[in-house]
């Protein structure tokens, strides 16, 4: 199979059936044209939207009425006479068309509700309609699937050379009780009142849906992608990796994924050996939106940030119903994809550099609050893969991981070889014990709302020396033979209606006896509270100082050490192929406005430190793209270089 194209575009057609003239204003030479002008190498193409509406003339499911030729065919034809493939779109968790002529295929709650989003079941045909606003579907292999296969049969025997299939909206729930659900389950010895069976249901059918439709694909198109989006690419969803053949991360960061979100994924999918890449959108917004435009700067900053990630980059856009490509939209895009296109070559086939692993707890909010401060304090990191510690000097756990006896075996070995440990929270702990030996007993959840922090010395640097507020309490520790770096303090009650003092929190009570909430035992660290879940929800500089002067006392020697002000990135790779080392520093500052992250202005910044710790010895340096050779020294710390000057994005190439 090839590897996946670096350059896409997602391109929506979810059309009303309402709509007359679709396509009539298509035409080969303007359809290629926004290609040319997009540098695109692939762009997704659609079989059939949500509205239950196909674009070609099709004998098993609905052409839209208002469509008079082959949409799809022409599109392909036009894709592959100038050398852009063009997977193929397919609907499947939403089709209006298919929910309201058959609503035995709806998907139902264990309540049996129909499971609809955004949507009123009493509103009144004229009233207004939200967006979003879809009924969902029952894909449990049963009838419905049965039309998606025969759909899938007819587009593969009808067109000769498909580069792959996209399924959207397939993992959206987590269980449907639907009368042919139900009575799958009582064959599979399953009970359907049951929520949890219900669940396992779910997962082995969407399995098998998963399986079957890659079957009829791939028995007469062998080398074609396949993906199923809406959860395929979830990084706590494992078991349903196996059925795509990549990985596509749906992270529109200005809606509803935020700029920090998609490295953390991108690093997990980085370890599965499959391509993978990032998913961001044209619009101002997110899917669905006409007429709206993201600043190109903006795309520019976040094509080099899923290079730099090793993403490959696509960029979502929706078809007018006339078949007109918007000439500026590429415009747009072309500007961020003719500089992805120069630094392609440095993005792909290498290895992540970072010593810091990561091991994801499953609480999104906790993760997130970890990659925040990592990334914010220019740490790279990279995420610990199925217990493998092999790469790493210290290893995260952020707030919430408890491990299975076969993973903890793996975390005592790699602690016995001298690898270093920092767990917060309630990590790392079960049946009221901690899994490793950090000096300290636990005694439990604390009976306080919130509480306080007072640090030591050691954890000290740019963090205020009075008590300042967690706004979730510590887990209570006995220490019984480890140092103790902070201290909590309590509030003098817990607000209530009976107990309160101001206007949200209690001050803290300087006579009673404070609580140990940092330890440090060799090469173990523990902090007591939901640190990163603090930081996710509140933000607090000094929260993100505190973690990050505790992690500074085991992590100390960086492979990559850029020191840049909060909105920075920087990440560094190994091509060992082309004997180099690649580093990545961006900046961009988004901006928060309601709705939306904007990124607007994006600064100069200059002279930028950087120094480089690795074992081979370096020769020569170049700014990429530029092709500007830098000056650099070495010393016992490593190899040091300054970038001149940083716009959006540099790339150093570090030849041995």
Excluded at 296 to 308: T, V
Excluded at 510 to 530: Q, T
Aim: with cysteine; aromatic share 12%; net charge negative.
């Amino acid at each position: 199979m090839k590897p996946l194209a670096a350059r896409q575009v997602h391109l929506d057609f979810h059309t009303s059936p309402d709509i007359p003239g679709i396509g009539k204003s298509f035409s080969k030479e303007n359809f290629q044209a926004a290609l040319k002008a997009g540098h695109l190498s692939s762009i997704t193409i659609f079989a059939k939207g949500h509205h239950g509406m196909c674009y070609f003339p099709t004998k098993v499911g609905t052409m839209h009425p208002g469509l008079d030729f082959d949409l799809l065919g022409k599109m392909i034809e036009a894709c592959h006479e100038i050398g852009v493939r063009c997977p193929i779109y397919i609907t499947a968790g939403w089709s209006a068309d298919d929910a309201m002529k058959h609503p035995e295929w709806r998907a139902r709650d264990i309540e049996g509700n129909f499971i609809n989003r955004n949507i009123d079941p009493a509103a009144a045909p004229n009233d207004p309609r939200p967006k979003g606003s879809w009924e969902d579907l029952c894909l449990n292999d049963g009838t419905y699937c049965e039309s998606i296969y025969a759909l899938t049969r007819e587009i593969c025997d009808r067109y000769p050379d498909i580069d792959g299939l996209f399924y959207d909206i397939v993992f959206v729930s987590e269980a449907c009780f639907c009368e042919e659900c139900k009575k799958g389950m009582l064959e599979m010895g399953l009970d359907p009142a049951k929520l949890e069976d219900g669940k396992k249901y779910y997962t082995k059918k969407h399995c098998d849906f998963m399986t079957k439709c890659g079957a009829i694909l791939h028995e007469k198109h062998p080398d074609a992608t396949i993906f199923f989006n809406s959860g395929g690419a979830d990084q706590y969803h494992p078991e349903y990796h196996f059925g795509s053949t990549h990985f596509e991360m749906e992270d529109l960061p200005t809606d509803w994924g935020g700029y920090d979100k998609m490295p953390t994924r991108a690093r997990f999918f980085a370890n599965t050996g499959k391509d993978y890449l990032g998913m961001t959108g044209k619009f101002h917004t997110s899917w669905g939106e006409f007429g709206g435009f993201k600043f190109g700067p903006a795309l520019k900053f976040e094509a080099a940030m899923m290079l730099a990630y090793g993403a490959r980059i696509s960029i979502g856009d929706q078809m007018h119903p006339s078949g007109e490509m918007d000439m500026e939209t590429y415009k747009n895009i072309g500007e961020a994809y003719a500089y992805a296109e120069k630094i392609e070559p440095y993005a792909f086939n290498a290895d992540m550099t970072a010593k810091l692993g990561l091991y994801l707890s499953g609480d999104t909010w906790s993760d997130e609050g970890a990659t925040k401060m990592l990334l914010e304090t220019q740490t790279d990191f990279d995420v610990v893969y199925k217990d493998d510690y092999s790469r790493f000097d210290t290893v995260l756990f952020p707030d919430r991981v408890v491990l299975t006896d076969e993973s903890l075996e793996a975390l005592k070995a790699f602690i016995a070889r001298g690898g270093r440990v920092i767990f917060t929270g309630k990590s790392l702990i079960k049946d009221g014990r901690f899994q490793i030996d950090a000096g300290i007993h636990d005694l439990g959840p604390s009976e306080d709302d919130i509480d306080y922090l007072l640090v030591g010395d050691k954890v000290s640097k740019g963090v205020v020396t009075s008590p300042f507020l967690c706004y979730s309490p510590a887990e209570k520790i006995e220490v019984v033979d480890a140092e103790v770096l902070a201290e909590g303090l309590h509030p003098y009650f817990n607000r209530t209606y009976a107990h309160y003092c101001s206007h949200k929190n209690t001050p803290y009570d300087r006579s009673a006896p404070r609580f140990a909430a940092l330890v440090k035992k060799g090469n173990i660290i523990y902090v007591a509270h939901d640190i990163f879940r603090i930081y996710r929800e509140y933000g607090s500089l000094y929260h993100k100082r505190y973690l990050y002067n505790a992690l500074s006392l085991l992590y100390d020697k960086k492979p990559l050490e850029v020191t840049m002000m909060s909105a920075g990135r920087v990440t560094m790779t190994h091509q060992k192929a082309e004997k180099r080392y690649v580093a990545h520093l961006l900046y961009a500052s988004p901006v928060k406005r309601e709705v939306t992250e904007v990124i607007e202005d994006i600064p100069d910044l200059y002279n930028i430190p950087v120094t480089v710790r690795v074992p081979e010895a370096i020769h020569k340096i170049t700014l990429v793209p530029d092709n500007v050779e830098l000056p650099f020294t070495k010393d016992e710390d490593g190899f040091h270089v300054t970038v001149p000057h940083l716009n959006c994005h540099a790339l150093l190439a570090m030849e041995y």
